[in-house]
C-alpha cells in the first residue's frame, strides 16, 4: 500500500512487474494531483470523509453533551448564582443546536471540494464559539479556594477530552474546542500565584498536549483507514476489470479452438484423401508394377513423390495428434505392454538409418521387467520420437544408449542419451514447445516441425508420468521418460470381490447366514 505523500520506488521492482510499475506510477501522479487540488493535504474524497465522520460523531453524542452541559450548568448556579450559570447553559445550547443542525445539514448533501472547504471552516468555528463559551464558565470560579480550583481543573479536563474524542477527525476543530478552555485554565491558575497553582497549570497544560497528541494519532489512524479502504476498492475494481479481460480472453480462446479443432478434422479429410491417391500410384510407378519405365529417371522421381507424401503424411498426423492432446481428446488405449519390448521394437525399426549415419546404438535393459499398463500406440511414438531426435543431431561416429528399468520409487523408465552438439540451457523451454527449434536444429541439414519432443512430453503427462530433458553443449543430450509405480502391473493388488455362489435349478435361495447355518451339517447320516 502506498502511504500518502510517499513516492514509490519503481527502479527496486524487478522488470517482469510492469504491470504493478505502471498501476503504482498511476496512483502516485493521481495522489498528487489531489493534493495539489485539496485544501488540506489529501485527497478530496477523504476530506469528505473525514467531515462526514465529524458531523456524525457530533450527532451520536449530542444528547450526552445536552447531559453535560446540563449538569454543569446546575453545579455552576450553586456557586455563580442562577441568572449568570442560566445564561451560560442557553448560550452553549445555543451553540450546540446549531452544530447539529449544521451537521444532519452536511449529511444530507453530496459535496464537492469548495463546499467541502467551506464545510470544514463552519465546523472549525463552530468549535472555536464551543470552547469559548466553556472558558467563560472556567474563569469565573467563587472563590480560589481549593475545591473551585479542583472543580475548574476536572471541567477542564472533561471538556477537553470529551471535544478531542469527537473532532479527532478535523485537527484544527480540536484545536479551537480545546485551546481556550486549556489557555483560561493555566492562565487562571498562574496568576494566584502560589506553588500548587502552578502545579496545576503545569498539569493542564500537559493533559492539553496529551490531548492533542491523542486526537492526532486518531486523525492518523482514520486517515490510514479511508487509505487502505481506497486502495482496497481500487484493487477490487482492478481485480474485476481482469476478471472481465480474462474471461473475454477465454472466450474467445475458445472460439478460436473450436475453430481450429473444425479447421483440422476438415483439413485432415481434405489432405488424406489426395495424399493416398499419391502414395498409392507412386509407390505403383517406383516399383514399375506395370513394367519399367522408358526413362531411368522416372523411377528416381515417382521415389521422391513416394517419400515426400510420407513424410507429408507423417507431419500431418502429428499436428493432428498434437491439437488432440492440446484439446484434452486423446485418448488412451490402455492394456499390458512391455516397455522393454517395444523400445527394443524401435530400435530394430531405426537401427538401419542409424548404421547408414555410422552412429552406434547401446541397449542396456535390465533383465525381468514386469509389464506396465500403458498405451502401446503411445510409448511406441515416444521411443521413436526420441530416437529419431538423438539419430537426427548426433554427428558421424557418435553413439546412442537405450536404457529401460526400474526408478527408485518402484516405477520404470526409458533413457534416450546421444553424443550430439547439445542444447544451450537457455533453449531448452523453446524446444519442449510446440513448433519450437534451437539453433543447432536451424543449422542441421536434417530440420523437422519442431512436434517431436512436445508429442513426447505431453504423452508422458498423459499417463502420469515425468520428461527430463537434460543437455550440455559439446557433450551430449539426455532425455528420460518415467512411468509411475501405479502402473506396473505387477504393483497392482488382487481384486478381492467374491462371485457370488451358484445355486442348482430347482433349490430355494437361501439368505447368507442360512446358507453359513445350513453348511455345518454333514452331508450324510448314519443308516442312510
Known amino acids: 500500500m502506498l502511504i500518502p505523500g510517499e513516492q514509490p520506488d519503481l527502479t527496486a521492482l524487478p522488470p517482469e512487474t510492469s504491470p504493478v510499475k505502471r498501476r503504482l506510477a498511476a496512483q502516485y501522479v493521481r495522489e498528487a494531483r489531489d493534493r495539489l487540488t485539496s485544501s488540506s493535504g489529501t485527497r478530496p ?63 444530507d448533501q453530496t459535496m464537492n471540494e469548495t463546499a467541502a472547504r467551506t464545510w470544514r471552516l463552519r465546523f472549525i468555528m463552530l468549535d472555536l464559539f464551543y470552547g469559548l463559551a466553556w472558558m467563560f464558565i472556567l474563569i469565573h470560579p467563587v472563590g480560589a479556594d481549593e475545591s473551585s480550583s479542583t472543580f475548574m481543573l476536572f471541567i477542564m479536563l472533561l471538556v477537553v477530552a470529551v471535544s478531542s474524542m469527537l473532532a479527532s477527525s478535523l485537527p484544527m476543530a480540536v484545536f479551537a474546542a480545546t485551546f481556550p478552555v486549556t489557555a483560561a485554565v493555566a492562565l487562571d491558575f498562574a496568576l494566584q500565584g502560589t506553588l500548587r497553582n502552578y502545579i496545576l497549570a503545569i498539569m493542564a497544560v500537559t493533559a492539553q498536549g496529551y490531548f492533542a497528541v491523542l486526537a492526532y494519532r486518531l486523525y492518523s489512524t482514520t486517515l490510514a483507514t479511508l487509505v487502505a479502504r481506497a486502495e482496497k476498492d481500487a484493487l477490487i475494481g482492478e481485480l474485476e476489470q481482469a476478471k472481465a479481460i480474462s474471461d473475454e480472453a477465454r472466450q474467445r480462446a475458445e472460439a478460436a479452438n473450436i475453430s481450429k479443432s473444425r479447421f483440422l478434422a ?105 509389464r506396465l499398463w500403458a498405451d502401446e500406440r503411445a510409448l511406441r511414438q515416444i521411443c521413436l520420437n526420441l530416437l529419431s531426435n538423438a539419430i537426427k543431431f548426433t554427428p558421424q561416429g557418435g553413439e546412442i544408449w537405450l536404457k529401460v528399468g526400474w526408478t527408485a520409487s518402484g516405477g520404470q523408465y526409458m533413457s534416450v542419451k546421444d553424443t550430439g552438439p547439445g542444447v544451450p540451457e537457455e533453449e531448452i523451454p523453446i524446444v519442449l514447445a ?80 442360512e446358507r453359513r447355518r445350513l453348511s455345518w451339517r454333514p452331508l450324510f447320516r448314519a443308516g442312510t
Open 434 to 513: 510446440s513448433f519450437g527449434q534451437g539453433s543447432n536444429s536451424i543449422k542441421s541439414a536434417e530440420q523437422g516441425a519442431g512436434l517431436g519432443l512436445p508429442i513426447a512430453k505431453s504423452l508422458t503427462d498423459l499417463h502420469g508420468g515425468t520428461f527430463v530433458f537434460k543437455s550440455k553443449l559439446r557433450i551430449g543430450t539426455e532425455v528420460v521418460v518415467t512411468f509411475p509405480p501405479e502402473r506396473v502391473v505387477a504393483a497392482m493388488a488382487p481384486m478381492t470381490m467374491q462371485a457370488p455362489p451358484i445355486t442348482p435349478p430347482g433349490e430355494p435361495v437361501l439368505a447368507p447366514e
Open 266 to 370: 476438415q483439413m485432415s479429410h481434405e489432405l488424406r484423401t489426395p495424399l493416398n491417391a499419391i502414395l498409392g500410384f507412386s509407390e505403383v510407378m517406383k516399383t514399375e508394377v506395370f513394367g519399367e519405365h522408358a526413362v531411368p529417371a522416372y523411377k528416381e522421381y515417382s521415389a521422391d513423390i513416394h517419400n515426400s507424401g510420407v513424410h507429408l503424411l507423417g507431419l500431418i498426423n502429428e499436428i493432428l495428434d498434437l491439437s488432440r492432446i492440446e484439446a484434452g481428446r486423446y485418448e488412451l488405449n490402455e492394456e499390458s505392454v512391455s516397455l522393454v519390448g517395444i523400445v527394443e521394437d524401435c530400435h530394430h525399426l531405426l537401427k538401419l538409418r542409424a548404421s547408414n549415419r555410422g552412429i552406434t546404438m547401446h541397449e542396456v535393459f535390465e533383465a525381468d521387467l514386469p
Open 45 to 107: 474524497a477523504f476530506d469528505y470523509e473525514l467531515l462526514r465522520q465529524y458531523a456524525q460523531n457530533r450527532l451520536s453524542a449530542s444528547l450526552v453533551m445536552l447531559l453535560l452541559v446540563a449538569t454543569i450548568g446546575f453545579l455552576s448556579s450553586l456557586c455563580t448564582g442562577a441568572v449568570t450559570a442560566g445564561a451560560w447553559t442557553a448560550s452553549v445550547l445555543v451553540i450546540h443546536a446549531i452544530m447539529v443542525t449544521k451537521c444532519r445539514q452536511f449529511l
